[in-house]
């Protein structure tokens, strides 16, 4: 396969950055983008030039590393999968690819595409734990008793990689479906019940602070999240955040 | 006597740890605040470690590479994490998890550390529950356990095949929880680059700002490496592409041992390669194994067949497959430990059985799962002359409820529907059982240097059993390193904060600015990753699934040139103040050409085969391994004197008083 | 007030409420509206009803006003935010892959439905407002069908409350069932409150423009 390949390049943070366009050879549908993106920094590191910076490192779509804003969507046209699971095949020779960074003000660029996404960090800091000691003397396991499809739904939502796609997506740069997903998986767990109002408010607190648009439940969030995390997630947090600011 | 001492407690085996923890020394809280740990690695030991350490009250600085500490590659375990805790009423106990752990690890584990391990895994469980790790429960509400390879019982506790990611959010919760406080600095997109030594004692770290390249001192009274495996000296695995030994490799150039380097796991059901082009291996649980059977034709014109796209698996009658598992190992059948399934996947294909393009490829089966469930399921939705086609499409039903992620996984990257046609794997390299040698108190040869988790070679021999690895981690961070690391910090109370302008950090910090220019500046032809897929070829060839003495001496050499000529011709465009991913990787690769060496060195010189660890010299006649425990039950521990070759080996003699040891057999 | 409306999914929730309760009056309007079709004796008698009952006039008047104002400012202000949490715009942005074209287009929709409601109060209320309490006229309970039915002589203004209308309609398929979404409403029976929602923002519209067409092809 030939590609026609705008990419979005930017020294760094400060730097003002534009699309260089790139052409590309010998792409074989079995590779994923990523290793794609490795043949083309193969080819800029022999030419001498730098190699394109991109964000990745488990490349088996778990621990969220990988963005990549790819003709228009996050992680490309596929769905339920991250950048490094997206394989050539779902592209066609002669393709023209625009590559860019996920964007948002609460993402700033680092350098070419990769941004920096430490506002979800710190919205999980504010309140996204359940706060208990490590002793060795907590009750045993089987003593909570939880019902399998309320573990079932925690599980779901407590899948989210953080990648960010949900941001990137969102015409509105909107977190709220990161934010709601630790917030439902801790608030639908006896465990998470005691703290449930206090982390609430502080997640959305933060989330607020980071500078991230507000959701318009446009629902683009859920196609393009990797994880397939629901927007009930969005409704429960925002049922938990009423509940918790009128108490 | 050796110069190793593992400080192992007296007392009975059960209650070593127990009087331990009586006897040793404490920091009073008020005093706990003056003390600073550095934590390098953010996974399931650093993670861990570092949210119970500042809990404690220590001031606590982690550092990781990754962006965040939730992308330590421990979030990409899936299958599970054991513990003794016996829900099942199959007759688990802690001996039994403690004699499964040594025997899988074919004799070549301590066994004090061993046993602690299978004590506190019931509290990892009740840890992680508390924390609102969402594990898969049964209907009643209570836990739900599965079985893993190399054991009778089940105890391994999962969520789905996410539980790696699910424990990981946990540490990382409590680690925000940590953070928030102010008891945590994280430092993300930081590598580590040197220890810092002070009269003898680690007292701090050369670390490297990913971002802006600077480089930064920073000072503590104990370190802790918990920075995960070496499995990337192999270039493919199924490691992150960023997991790497610098800082393993860096604390062993400034005195702490390495151990058994040689013993790596190779996880027998991956994604076969498909092309040069490949990164990375994809791993595919080992949970698989329960459900589904791997065989190979039989006979080797179908083998050719179906290599050739003239047949398809689905089409070969039962009689023609070759189940070479069940065959082989009729007690354990498709659930032998890894290392056991790996090699009978290798032989096979080695012989021509091989099933795709390759050659090098075998069958993971899921068609009597389908049909088994399904007729489960039959009986109990009480469908009545249910036809073939019901019981496949309700068996399928099960099976997706049960691993659909890793379906839509192998789906996604092969381009095969594993419900309709069987999956191709091939074993890959997966983790390291050897690491930084370290005693009972998970203490280095280094004073104040610590490893924990697979940066350490402690718990898991020759071989480590599916789900321990989870449970490793995080026992050592949770429940070990609180601990024996207050033992050695209450010496520290009135030490002070450590000054970071001693000479000891001007000439560490000198020493990584110049291997950092040398590297700028050696402005060669060839890039990083020539110079890894190279290395990672020799290693997979000569010192991979098996070995032998001839092509370990020739690896040995191979590497020591390949390493001789990165250092001559390695181009790295960009620069050094700013963030510069090829000089990253030309730093960590540098480090795997030298472990590669000392990795095959070790493989050499033990001449047996155990475990992970196959010597194709010995070997008995039905081709299982052959240990000789007579000259080789120790653990060998590299001293670094300057260049790989020249390592001196110590040696740990490993005394097995609670068990008995013997041939290891899965028939 | 303004301490609530710093938190993001407060300001949501007044949306959704406000916007909720403009559905019901809505609603309630095309009820109203829908008799002149068959009974001009029954629309002028609610009519009058309506604009003579103190309660209607001074109390749920100017809640809806209220509501109206405020839908449109919180309106302007989550669209303001929103723009201003993404600086840099994507040189490609393919929202049509996972959204529909009203939900990322709630702010057009809201503007031309905001003008028509200019263009109505300009045909009907500042006239009936002049009439009532500034000119004072009496009272005349048969005045109110005369009226309607008048403006809908012109073609130009015809045609102009039918697009607006459609907009209407584009602006209720989403934010309708998206207001339930706001104030966390997300069970059981969210499939079906969706297709409830979807058939109201469709009807309700499409019965304003038979009455709106009706009247101008009905002239008496």
Partial sequence: MNLTLKIWRQKDANAKGGIVTYQLGGVEPDMSFLEMLDVLNQDLIDKGEEPVVFDHDCREGICGTCSLQINGEPHGPDRLITTCQLHMRMFKDGDTIVIEPFRAKAFPVIKDLIVDRSSFERIQQAGGYVSVNTSGNTQDANAILVPKDKADTAFDAATCIGCGACVAACKNASAMLFTSAKVSQLALLPQGEVEADRRVLAMVEQMDKEGFGNCTNTGACEIECPKGISLENIARMNREYLRASTK | MSVLDSKIPEGPLEHKWNNYKNTINLVNPAN???????????????????????????????????????????????????????????????????????????????????????????????????????????????????????????????????????????????????????????????????????????????????????????????????????????????????????????????????????????????????????????????????????????????????????????????????????????????????????????????????????????????????????????????????????????????????????????????????????????????????????????????????????????????????????????????????????????????????????????????????????????????????????????????????????????????????????????????????????????????????????????????????????????????????????????????????????????????????????????? | MSGILKSSIARKVVMALSGLFLVLFLLQHFLINFTSVFSATTFNEVSHFMGSNFFVQFLLQPILILGVIIHFVLGFVLEYNNRKARVKKYVRFNGSANSTWMSRNMIWTGLVVLAFLVLHFYDFWFPEIIHKYIQVHPEDPTRYYGETVAKFTDPVRTLLYVISFIFLSLHLLHGFSSSFQSVGWHEKFYKGMRGATVAFSILIPLGFIFIAVYHYFNQV
């Fill in chain 2, 32 to 667: 706990k605040r003056n003390i600073d740990i550095i934590v390098v690695g953010t996974g399931l030991a650093g993670g861990s470690a570092a949210a119970t350490l500042a809990e404690l009250g220590y001031n606590v600085k982690t550092f990781c590479y990754q962006d965040s500490p939730r992308r330590a590659h421990s979030i990409a375990a899936q299958g599970g994490i054991n513990a003794s805790k016996n829900y099942q009423g199959d007759g688990d106990s802690d001996y039994r998890l403690f004699y499964d752990t040594v025997k899988g690890g074919d004799y070549r584990a301590r066994e004090a550390n061993v046993y602690r391990l299978a004590e506190v895994s019931g509290n990892i469980i009740d840890q992680c529950v508390a924390q609102g790790v969402p594990f898969a429960r049964e209907y009643g509400g209570q836990l739900d356990n599965r079985s893993f390879g190399g054991v009778l019982v089940s105890r391994t506790f999962y969520a789905k095949g996410q539980t790696g990611q699910q424990l990981l959010l946990g540490a990382y919760s409590a680690m925000n929880r940590q953070i928030n406080r102010g008891k945590i600095q994280s430092y993300t997109r930081h590598e580590m680059l040197d220890v810092v030594i002070v009269g003898g004692k680690a007292r701090g770290i050369i670390a490297r700002d990913l971002v802006t390249g600077q480089i930064e001192r920073h000072s503590a009274h104990a370190v802790v490496i918990a920075s995960g495996g070496y499995g990337n000296v192999f270039y493919l695995s199924t490691n992150a592409m960023g997991s790497n030994a610098t800082a393993a490799w860096k604390v062993h150039k400034k005195g702490a041992f390495f151990a058994n380097p040689c013993f790596t796991q190779i996880h027998p059901t991956c994604i076969p390669v498909s092309g040069e082009h490949q990164s990375k291996l994809t791993l595919m649980s080992e949970s698989l194994r329960n459900d589904g059977r791997i065989w190979v034709p039989k006979k080797l014109e179908d083998a050719k067949a179906i290599r050739e796209g003239r047949l398809k698996p689905t089409e070969l009658a039962e009689e023609d497959r070759d189940y070479y598992l069940e065959r082989r190992y009729p007690a354990f059948g498709n659930l032998v430990p890894r290392d056991v399934a790996s090699r009978a996947a290798k032989e096979r294909c080695d012989a021509g059985y091989g099933v795709n393009k390759t050659g090098e490829a075998v069958y993971l089966d899921f068609g009597s799962a389908f049909m088994r469930y399904g007729k489960e399921a039959v009986a109990t939705q009480k469908i009545e002359n249910a036809t073939e086609a019901q019981i496949k499409e309700l068996g399928q039903k099960v099976v997706e409820a049960k691993y659909g992620n890793l379906f839509q996984m192998y789906e996604k990257i092969v381009d095969e529907n594993p419900y309709e046609t069987p999956m191709k794997i091939y074993p890959a390299v997966h983790y390291t059982m050897g690491g930084l040698w370290v005693d009972y108190n998970l203490q280095t040869t280094v004073p104040g240097l610590y490893a924990a988790g697979e940066a350490n070679f402690s718990d898991h021999g020759a071989n480590r059993l599916g789900a321990s690895a989870l449970m490793q981690g995080l026992a050592d961070g949770y429940f070990v390193l609180p601990y024996t690391m207050g033992d050695y910090l209450a010496a520290d109370i009135r030490t002070g904060a450590i000054p970071t302008n001693s000479p000891e950090f001007d000439e560490a910090e000198n020493k990584v600015r110049e291997q950092l220019e040398k590297l700028m500046n050696t402005n060669g032809t060839k890039s990083v990753d020539h110079f890894h897929k190279r290395l990672g070829k020799i290693m997979w060839n000569k010192v991979g699934m098996s070995r032998n003495a001839v092509h370990l001496k020739e690896a040995i050499g191979e590497i020591k040139q390949l390493r001789e000529e990165f250092w001559k011709d390695v181009r790295i465009p960009g620069e050094m103040n700013g963030m510069n991913t090829e000089l990253e990787k030309a730093g960590r690769v540098a480090d795997f050409l030298e472990l590669g060496e000392l990795f095959a060195k070790d493989a050499l010189h033990r001449e047996e085969s155990c475990g992970g660890h196959f010597r194709e010299e010995y070997q008995t006649e039905e081709g299982e391994a052959l240990r000789d425990d007579e000259n080789f039950m120790y653990v060998a521990a590299w001293e670094y004197t300057g260049e790989p070759a020249d390592a001196i080996l110590h040696k740990e003699n490993l005394d097995y008083e609670y068990i008995e040891v013997k041939t290891r057999s899965y028939k």
